[in-house]
């Protein structure tokens, strides 16, 4: 056991010296995108498509859209690169805010 410590206390400092590690994003922040939620509202009542939710992404500036039905469970944690659009049982648009 004696033998063992020295050889630990040579091993240390090499852990200490690894790569630094990519900086994680501040509340599921992606660099280069953040949502806005300003002028949403115009897309309220429309036919929930894929050309719908690219052109929403691109209105609010989000790299992502989250479509929740009705029902649905979501996760609670905001992220600031994401667009979250709710629809109703005929798949309409009834909300959309940023999170």
Request: charged share 20%; with cysteine.
């Amino acid at each position: 056991m004696r033998k063992a410590i020295p050889l630990l206390t040579m091993a240390l400092p090499a852990c200490a010296a690894a790569a630094p590690q990519p900086e994680i994003p501040v509340r599921g922040a992606t660099p280069g995108f953040t949502c806005r939620s300003q002028g949403l509202e115009r897309f309220v009542g429309r036919a929930a498509t894929a050309e719908l939710g690219a052109e929403m992404r691109r209105a609010s500036g989000a790299k992502t859209v989250r479509w929740v039905p009705p029902g649905s469970m979501i996760t609670m944690e905001y992220r600031e690169d994401r667009l979250t659009v709710r629809v109703d049982a005929g798949n309409r648009v009834i909300a959309a805010n940023c999170g």
